[in-house]
């Protein structure tokens, strides 16, 4: 299982970006997904995750109503649109699969998700 994430970059204070997760190995029909994010002496933490089928996300509240997680299943990819970018978003964000198919309840704890990707930085200025 591999997951690649891309998307990363330099953005300023307010702007926009949308990070994408390419999967192999597993079919994102039957997996949930998740992103969590790491600022640099900081631990790594919980951004938002989508449930298997789709239907149902949750967000931390530091990113509620500027961030969207979703994802297209054709393409095995979840993407994390990220809106209103402030300097606190600054960090390396990884994406993660879930360990179990088809968990009933979404997942969100990291110690759920079996695979993660290399990371990609964002960095917001002022």
């Known amino acids: 299982v591999q997951l690649q994430a891309s998307g990363g970059g330099l953005v300023q204070a307010g702007g926009s970006l949308r990070l994408s997760c390419a999967v192999s190995?597993?079919?994102?029909?039957?997996?949930?997904m998740g992103w969590f994010r790491q600022a640099p002496g900081k631990e790594r933490e919980f951004v938002a995750a989508i449930r298997w089928n789709g239907g149902v996300t949750e967000y931390e509240d530091f990113v509620k109503g500027r961030f969207t997680i979703s994802k297209d299943n054709a393409e095995n990819t979840v993407y994390l649109e990220m809106n209103s970018l402030n300097l606190e978003d600054t960090a390396v964000y990884y994406c993660?699969?879930?360990?179990?198919?088809?968990?009933?309840?979404?997942?969100?704890?990291?110690?759920?998700?079996?695979?993660w990707g290399q990371g990609t930085q964002v960095t917001v200025s002022s």
């Open positions: 993660a699969i879930d360990r179990q198919t088809r968990r009933p309840r979404i997942a969100t704890k990291m110690a759920l998700f079996s695979f």
């Open positions: 190995g597993r079919s994102l029909s039957n997996y949930g």
